[in-house]
């Protein structure tokens, strides 16, 4: 099972981590996995190519982490939760399809 919690300040989405893996087929060949990291991914593409914000991110085997700067400013806040939304609505379309292989929570931080 993958789980993917959502970090927010005061309700907003500054982050994630994700950890695990679908196991809905062969290493490699898994398409839940394969979905789940193309949203992930893309989610950080856009906050670190296309909004251009100073993360480093974690990312390994079975392991993602992503989280803004504590010093960022409410403006650039709100616009990364247009792209962490946009990141946990496709999570979510794929939880509806596949509940046994992805798991959400939320964390205040």
Known sequence: MVRVTVFREQGIPVGFE???HANQGAYGE???CAGI??????????????????VV???????????LPK????E????A?????????GLTSLQ???????KFSYREV
Do not use: Q, W
């Open 57 to 67: 991110p974690t990312h390994e085997e079975g392991h993602m982490y992503c989280i």
């Open 81 to 89: 939760a247009i792209v962490f939304n946009t990141m946990i609505a």
């Open 76 to 79: 650039d806040m709100e616009k």
């Open 30 to 32: 898994d398409l839940v």
């Open 37 to 54: 990291s193309a949203i992930t991914e893309t989610a950080l593409l856009g906050i670190t190519d296309v909004l251009k914000f100073d």
């Open 71 to 74: 010093d960022t400013s409410l």
């Open 18 to 20: 994700l950890t695990g």
């Open 96 to 102: 509806r399809a596949y509940p046994k292989s992805l």
